[in-house]
């Protein structure tokens, strides 16, 4: 059975640092683009950061470029975001999700497999 599995998320104080993992089981993820999406309560879902698999070329939304850094470990099957100076508005539930194309990894549509879902709360 293939799946993903988000861990790290937490309750954090504002300026603070969190970092999210991401682990395939069932699935190598150093074949797969990996991204990190959220959903905020009463918000849609949105891109947070992509990773290509080929070259391991990022991209990050505007709202998180400079705080949040997302890395992949193939040796342990495992995309990570770090985010550092965390604001209330990064409070979400984040989901990783891992793709087979090296394009579009904005869009969540061109996503294969999503994990659950972590959340992340932010304090001011």
């Known amino acids: 059975q293939v799946s993903l599995v988000e861990s790290g998320g937490g309750l954090v104080q504002a300026g603070r640092s969190l970092r999210l993992s991401c682990v395939g089981a069932g699935l190598t993820l150093s074949g797969y683009s990996m991204g990190w999406f959220r959903r905020a309560p009463g918000k849609e879902r949105e891109f947070v950061a992509a990773?290509?698999?080929?070259?391991?070329?990022?991209h990050y939304a505007e709202s998180v470029k400079g705080r949040f850094t997302i890395s992949r470990d193939n040796a342990k099957n495992t995309a990570y975001l770090q985010m550092y100076s965390v604001e209330p508005g990064d409070t979400a539930v984040y989901y990783c999700?891992?793709?087979?194309?090296?394009?579009?990894?904005?869009?969540?549509?061109?996503?294969?497999?999503w994990g659950q879902g972590t959340q992340v709360t932010v304090s001011s």
């Open positions: 990773i290509r698999w080929s070259d391991s070329f990022t």
């Open positions: 999700a891992a793709a087979q194309v090296n394009a579009g990894l904005g869009s969540p549509v061109v996503y294969d497999y």
